[in-house]
């Protein structure tokens, strides 16, 4: 077992894993949520502000505070893929997936021939891994990478059953706002939207059967707590909404 790998370590052990997404770039910014106590610090790509340097920085400030960077890739496109393992982050998260043949393309990009197509030459990745060399960080890639295929399309939901069967995919994640557009066509679901919720847990029994972890984005505590109670890993929200709640609270606070 590899002490830096913090969210592998704690999925194969069973733990319930708590991780946050981050939205701002910036190296203090990545080092102050990684040391917020949280296990993985998510770096989105996709609806963040990061370009590929940033996307660098961040991933080895939350690395070098002991906490597991996750990428969540802007596309599943083989360029960006490439990229984002290039960092050394210890996960990828894939959004919008909709059929088993996408997550099999994933796997086969995420992987080192012969099990895929992954390109070597990266200098930096192995000192994400505590690695000395690219040759130490390629002999260990494959199985130390967290694969994760976020679920969040009507698309998804009906194909779930083929893309837990997909060897290499790791970790089911419920996009639960975009899946709430998907299938009720507005945001955020309602207590009484059945389809939402009965989707939802279609999703996670059926990952849950095929052994994969599965994981769902909360928005507080209290939230986060619940869904460890049948989920292998909870994201706890983002530092924007965080710096907003605390400004407005404080702020209400001041005004009275």
Request: proline residues 4%; contains cysteine.
């Amino acid at each position: 077992m590899n002490p830096k790998l913090r969210l592998l370590n704690k999925l194969r052990q069973n733990e319930g894993v708590i991780a946050t997404f981050s939205v701002l770039k910036g190296v203090r910014n990545a080092q102050i949520l990684a040391h917020s106590g949280v296990d993985a610090v998510i770096i989105d790509c996709e609806h963040g502000h990061f370009g590929d340097s940033d996307m660098h920085d961040s991933v080895a400030a939350v690395s070098g505070s002991g906490v597991s960077p996750v990428i969540r890739v802007r596309s599943a496109q083989p360029e960006t893929i490439k990229r984002a393992l290039d960092t050394g982050t210890h996960g990828i998260l894939v959004p919008m997936i909709s059929t088993a043949d996408e997550a099999k393309e994933i796997v086969k990009l995420s992987r080192f021939p012969p099990a895929g197509v992954r390109g070597q030459g990266g200098p930096f990745a192995c000192f994400e891994h505590g690695l000395d060399t690219p040759a130490e960080y390629v002999s260990q890639a494959d199985e130390n990478l967290v694969l994760m295929m976020q679920i969040e399309t009507r698309e998804g939901v009906e194909n779930i059953d083929g893309i837990c069967q997909v060897d290499g995919v790791d970790l089911i994640l419920i996009g639960p706002n975009d899946l709430a557009l998907a299938l009720l066509g507005r945001h955020p679901a309602r207590a009484d939207d059945t389809i939402y919720f009965e989707a939802i847990e279609k999703i996670r029994t059926t990952g849950q059967k095929y052994g994969k972890k599965t994981g769902i984005v909360v928005v507080n505590g209290e939230s986060a707590r619940s869904a460890l109670e049948t989920f292998d890993f909870v994201i706890l929200s983002n530092e924007v909404r965080a710096l907003q709640a605390w400004y407005k609270t404080e702020l209400a606070a001041a005004r009275t």
